[in-house]
């Protein structure tokens, strides 16, 4: 009997994809290693000798990443927000009171998380383009208890970064409430070292910094943590993010759900990757790369928006000039030069990412030219000129760090 439902014409369904790859340097996916990509093809059984080698290995390079002795490192099967998820919904439940440092979408997204559970969720807001201070912290904690102070290290959606973290993380502890860290795109690409500075959960997400496949992520707890998980009075909300269940797979090798194994792979050499760069080097090779291509925006004649006291090396967002239209410019950037950068959430600005490959010569000068020449045939007045000469001043003396 015909099937009642007209398969599609594949026309329509194929050739979706660009004949030659599109060059990623938005706030993420990030472009990903030969070596990531090739474990990405691969599977194997989610359960076995092999497996608990990957397993066994990814924690120990993922405890390195997050700079903790930490063993409670679950990896999960989701994007970056099931990591944060994960993080709130086992520290958070009903009568919790939680205070959220909020500076943009993704910090506050942490509270609309912690309300999902049915805590007692306060905002602290801090001004636009300006991250939350440990004054404003310290004022909050004075007035009343809280059990957990959620925030983001880099507020990805207005380019800020939340320079007091250390304090902040000081000021929770003494006051005795956890603090959970959304390090999404810190973590790999500047120090975010959880046992220093007293972080009680880390997360961070595959496609930015650590440059693997989105869709894998990882949340690490300290000893305090993961006895307030142990201490949650249930009904736990979540089957697949409750820490304990998934702790069966990523601390007994027990089945828990099936593991999105390629994606663990890939995280596994993407990881590989890093314990090879060393940390040290790493973040040196973002902070050069970042800085050589914000003195090139700028020297072009373009402006940033965040300050430079509080920017975000890893994503950086642009003010969008006079006049410019920035949804044709960055059409223009993808149909002209193969180059893909992030828009925005309600501000006028487009945004460049800085995380892991995204951070190589050949990329910045790509990008840099790029974006500069789709500005100017937006209507801006740019010296495009200047501005790549910048670049490459910026990068002199490192240029070894920058090629793979
Ligand atoms: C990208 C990002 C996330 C996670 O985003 P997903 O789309 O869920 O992967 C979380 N926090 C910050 C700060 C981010 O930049």
């Not at 990443?65 to 520290?91: C, D, H, W, Y």
């Not at 059990?147 to 005795?176: F, I, N, Q, W, Y």
């Not at 690409?189 to 869709?215: F, H, N, R």
């Not at 307030?228 to 249930?234: K, S």
Request: with cysteine; charged share 20%.
């Amino acid at each position: 009997m015909p099937s009642a439902v007209e398969p599609p014409l594949t026309t329509h369904v194929s050739a979706i994809l660009p004949t030659e790859p599109l060059l990623l340097m938005g706030a993420g996916p990030v472009p990903i290693p030969q070596a990531v990509a090739q474990a990405n093809g691969m599977i194997i059984n989610h359960l076995g000798p092999t497996m608990d080698r990957v397993i066994r290995n990814v924690k120990e390079m993922a405890a390195y990443a997050f700079q903790t002795r930490s063993r409670k490192i679950i990896g999960l099967a989701g994007p970056g927000s099931a990591a944060m998820e994960m993080a709130v919904a086992n520290t958070c439940w009903p009568g919790r009171r939680v205070l959220c440092l909020k500076s943009g979408m993704f910090s506050g997204r942490l509270g609309e998380m912690a309300e999902g559970v049915a805590a007692d969720v306060t905002y602290l807001e801090s001004e636009v383009g300006r991250p939350v201070t440990a004054e404003q912290v310290r004022a909050a904690l004075s007035k009343a208890r809280y059990d957990v102070v959620t925030m983001a290290h880099g507020e990805t959606s207005c380019g800020v970064r939340l320079v007091d973290l250390p304090d902040v993380c000081r000021l929770a502890k003494e006051h005795g409430a956890l603090t959970v860290v959304d390090a999404v795109v810190t973590v790999a690409a500047m120090p975010v070292p959880m046992d220093e500075w007293g972080i009680d959960v880390s997360l961070t997400g595959g496609q930015k910094a650590l440059s693997t496949i989105p869709g894998v992520s990882l949340c690490a707890f300290s000893e305090d943590a993961w006895r307030a998980v142990e201490r949650h009075p249930g009904p736990r909300p979540h089957w697949c993010y409750d820490a304990l269940r998934a702790h069966r797979f990523w601390g007994e090798q027990q089945y828990h759900y099936t593991a999105p194994v390629p994606g663990v792979l890939a995280l596994h050499e993407a990881l590989r990757l890093v314990v090879e760069e060393t940390l040290e080097r790493r973040f040196h090779r973002h902070e050069v790369s970042s800085r050589a291509m914000q003195a090139g925006l700028m020297a072009m004649g373009l402006t940033l928006f965040a300050q430079e006291d509080v920017r975000l090396n890893s994503v950086l967002a642009i003010n969008v000039p006079d006049g410019v239209n920035s949804a044709r410019m960055r059409a223009h950037l993808s149909n002209a030069f193969r180059v893909e950068i992030s828009g925005a959430f309600g501000l006028n600005v487009v945004r460049v990412g800085q995380m892991g490959e995204q951070c190589r010569s050949h990329n910045l000068f790509k990008t840099l030219y790029a974006l500069g020449r789709s500005f100017c045939s937006e209507g801006a007045k740019l010296d495009v000129a200047t501005g790549m000469a910048a670049l490459e001043l910026g990068l002199t003396g490192d240029q070894d760090d920058f090629e793979d």
